[in-house]
């Protein structure tokens, strides 16, 4: 069984920074591609950022150039630091092993003075 469990989301006012980390267990880590993704309110999930085994990234434009995804093979982790952070990055942000349909119950992050 897949287990994905995403932590460091919090209140931070705009121009901050934040990390999230993602534990994952039940895969072989180091052979799967893994993403970051997003829900705001009245919105539809969107991938914000993608890394694949070997390291490779891929962002969505919104953030490109203030968050920056990275993965550790050994612990079987994958982060999103985020900087700059803006209210429209407000949302639950989830973790998922690209391909499946598995989701962790996800971080709110939250973007306010």
């Known amino acids: 069984q897949v287990q994905l469990v995403e932590s460091g989301g919090g209140l931070v006012q705009p121009g901050g920074s934040l990390r999230l980390s993602c534990d994952v267990s039940?895969?072989?880590?180091?052979?799967?591609?893994m993403g970051w993704h997003r829900q705001a309110p009245g919105k539809q999930r969107e991938l914000v950022a993608a890394i694949t085994g070997g390291g490779s990234t891929n962002y969505a434009s919104s953030v490109k150039g203030r968050f920056t995804i990275s993965r550790d093979n050994a612990k079987k982790t994958v982060t999103l630091q985020m900087n700059s952070l803006k209210p429209e990055d407000t949302a639950v942000y989830y973790c998922n092993v690209q391909g499946r349909p598995d989701w962790g119950q996800g971080t709110q992050v939250t973007v306010s003075s």
């Open positions: 039940g895969i072989i880590f180091r052979l799967y591609n």
